[in-house]
């Protein structure tokens, strides 16, 4: 590293304990509240150019249907259409992918990967999902698809729904169980119980996924020492081929914030980051002496070989994301957009002919730096080379003062070509990540 900088050691920022309102988890760089209308103009332009040589193409659905909302919550979702309206969107989300494929950014690629996020994915019937994605495939081909990543809510699971999503092409099946309790289930609002995940679970298991997902939370309404315990006790048991572990947040659009709103509180029910970060160490811990490999913040797997979360790599590197659905989020030839918001305008833009596109944002060359490089330091380790040859920036010269602060704090350190992060910062990565920021992206929300 380069650079005069203050080697005093001192507390990290943001070390706040409690639990307070606000988002946490840092999925995308410039933050999404900096996105504007204004920027939709040059995601059309971003259209009409070709790919650049090289960029993957990957493909995500977000479905946004739910049995109940629950009360962490803050995706746009739905609880309250009917088959007709479910059968509308089906037809508005294919025409978008239509509409699409005539534009010079495919480029002829095919899709190396897809997703369907939720909201629920498995909400959808049995005959919603064959049409859907034999649409989708008869539109862009799948072909060369190396991962199909399916999000499931237990109770939505029967042994001929499973059989659908195999046969369509699900490579890792994700199982949203949170919590094995069913008092902690009940009282944080998810819809499923505790004898749906060992049926559905069940099931999938006979019908040979090739990966198998199971996510948890940390800090839940109500969660104790015990039943997190107990939760990753029954992991174990289940043997899942991977386990993604999220860190309770109170974002502002949910049903926990609206209630401590209502009661004029600024702490949230649910366990502080101290002891969430310490249960997140633990089951690590755990896993790791069950043979499973901790590979980036969140997750952990069973067998390296024979796992991959290739969307995940693979949009960390800066692939284009063509996405798809009300209110998702894109990436397409260096500009990021995100679609209409609601339902109603979602649908109608597509009714009329027009991509549902409401905000866009393009990055500078530095910010798709910072991007890049604070989206990779979630996977514990990153190669000073890789980001050296592709922007052609000594990574330790840009990111002196932050990497220094990291390294002073005990969370970080450079081996040659690597930078590392010890285990405690990968468990708080991202509340480090903002130490990378631009200034004027710091402390801001996200939404």
């Known amino acids: 590293m380069s650079g005069k900088i203050d080697t005093t050691v001192e507390p990290p920022k943001n070390q706040a304990k409690d639990t307070t309102v606000g988002n946490y988890f840092v999925s995308n760089y410039p933050p999404f509240s900096f996105w504007q209308k204004e920027g939709v103009a040059d995601f059309r332009a ?9 960029t993957p193409l990957g493909l995500y659905l977000h479905i946004p249907f739910c049995r109940k909302r629950c009360h962490f919550c803050y995706f746009r979702v739905y609880t309250d259409k ?22 010079p950014f495919i480029g002829g690629r095919q899709v190396e990967f897809v997703y369907f996020g939720g909201g629920t994915p498995s909400y959808l ?20 698809v190396r991962e199909v990543t399916f999000e499931c809510e237990p ?25 094995f309790d069913d008092h902690i289930l009940e009282i944080n609002g998810r819809a499923h119980r505790s004898r749906e ?3 559905a679970y069940g099931y999938a298991r006979e019908l040979g996924f090739p990966q198998i997902n199971i996510d948890l939370i940390a800090g839940m309404v109500e969660e104790t020492e015990d039943n997190w315990k107990h939760c990753i006790k029954k992991t174990l048991e289940l043997s899942p081929d991977s386990v993604t572990l999220y860190q309770m ?6 049903t926990i914030y609206k209630e401590m709103k209502a009661e004029g509180k600024l702490v949230a029910p649910v366990a502080d980051w101290e002891t969430k970060r310490r249960w997140v160490r633990e089951a690590f811990e755990s896993l790791e002496a069950a043979d499973y490999e901790v590979g980036s913040a969140y997750t952990a797997v069973k067998d390296k070989s024979k796992t991959s979360f290739v969307y995940r790599d693979q949009l960390w590197a800066g692939a284009d994301l063509l996405a798809l659905g009300v209110a998702s989020f894109g990436h397409i030839n260096g500009t990021h957009y995100q679609n209409q918001h609601d339902f109603g305008p979602y649908v109608n833009d597509l009714l009329d002919g027009n991509l549902p ?4 944002l393009t990055p500078g060359s530095d910010e798709r730096l910072i991007r890049e490089f604070i989206l990779q330091l979630k996977l514990g380790v990153v190669s000073c080379q890789y980001f050296n040859e592709k922007f052609e920036t000594d990574v330790l010269e840009r990111f002196a003062e932050p990497l220094q602060q990291l390294k002073n704090w005990g969370f970080l350190s450079v081996d040659g070509d690597q930078i590392q992060l010890n285990r405690d910062g990968l468990i708080q990565v991202d509340r480090l990540l903002q130490e990378f920021f631009l200034p004027e992206h710091r402390n801001v929300r996200y939404a």
């Open 125 to 144: 019937s049995v005959d919603q999902l064959t049409q859907l994605t034999t649409e989708m495939k008869r539109t862009l081909p799948w072909d060369a």
């Open 357 to 360: 596109v409401y905000r866009a």
């Open 46 to 54: 971003a259209l009409e150019r070709p790919p650049k040589p090289g």
């Open 82 to 103: 009917n088959a007709a309206a479910i059968n509308g969107y089906i037809k508005a989300a294919t025409q978008e992918l239509e509409l699409y494929r005539k534009y």
């Open 249 to 254: 947040e109170v974002p502002y659009n949910t």
């Open 155 to 179: 109770g939505t699971l029967t042994q001929q729904k499973l059989k659908v999503i195999h046969e369509m092409g699900a490579t890792r099946l994700s199982l949203g169980i949170e919590n």
């Open 197 to 199: 995940i060992e049926r």
